[in-house]
């Protein structure tokens, strides 16, 4: 597609139950990177992906974050056990390595409840 | 690790007056500085960027100036319009850190027709 796709855009859970988020990144692009923003500030830094595997998931705050992109395209963000803290906007970039190309999705907007 | 404050956290101009937001950054060792607009409901699009080996760029009514010395960098619009509505982002990134950015808080900019 054109730009990065990020499914679904809105999502309401409760708390306790399991997540996950869907990225689908601008064809060709070998980076990706997932962010999470809460209301009225920047985005957060959570993982960053070349290719299949995760380069640096130094912000992935806990154990019941994880991510995966078992084929260097699609990438999944899943969360267990969701809180209400987790509640935010999870955004997804791609890029064509570094900082070439980066592209934002419009995020998926998770409510805990 | 690197750490961004960006300030003011929201700014009114009028319509055709110059708006100014800055950013300060920690770590000596980054040399990527863009700047992104968001949307109501949608991700952070990148409007310019600027590279550590410039101390200047311009695109239209948009610039940005790096001081390498003193860690900060601004970005200045000139003869606003009411589109230019949105909330501002600046971040700083590392080469060696694959693309990963770090936000600063955003300005809430308001132009007022």
């Known amino acids: 597609g054109a730009g990065v796709s990020q499914t679904p855009s809105n999502k309401v859970t409760e708390k306790g139950k399991y997540v996950e988020l869907r990225c689908d990144p601008i064809?060709?692009?070998?980076?990706l990177y997932w962010y999470r923003q809460s209301l009225g500030q920047g985005p957060e830094f959570l993982i960053y992906?070349?290719?299949?595997?995760?380069?640096?998931d130094s912000g992935l705050p806990n154990d019941r974050f994880f991510a995966v992109r078992p084929e260097g395209s699609v990438s999944t963000l899943k969360i267990q056990r969701t809180e209400r803290g987790d509640s935010a906007v999870y955004l997804c970039?791609?890029?064509?390595?570094?900082?070439?190309?980066?592209?934002f999705g419009s995020g998926t907007r998770l409510t805990v409840v | 690790g690197e750490n961004v404050e960006q300030h003011p956290s929201t700014l009114s101009v009028q319509e055709g007056d110059s708006a100014v937001i800055k950013c300060t950054y920690s770590?000596?060792?980054?040399?990527?500085f863009p700047w992104y607009k968001q949307e109501l409901g949608k991700g952070p699009q990148l409007i310019i960027d600027?590279?550590?080996?410039?101390g200047e760029k311009k695109d239209q009514r948009i610039a940005v100036t790096l001081n390498k010395t003193a860690k900060h960098f601004s970005l200045h619009i000139t003869e606003t319009q009411p589109e230019d509505s949105a909330v501002y982002f600046c971040?700083?990134?590392?080469?060696?850190?694959?693309?990963?950015?770090?936000f600063g808080q955003g300005t809430e900019l308001s132009v007022k027709p």
């Open positions: 770590d000596s060792a980054s040399n990527y």
């Open positions: 600027i590279r550590s080996n410039v």
């Open positions: 971040a700083a990134s590392k080469g060696n850190q694959g693309g990963k950015l770090i």
């Open positions: 064809s060709g692009h070998t980076a």
């Open positions: 992906f070349q290719g299949t595997g995760a380069a640096d």
């Open positions: 970039a791609s890029s064509f390595g570094g900082v070439n190309g980066y592209t």
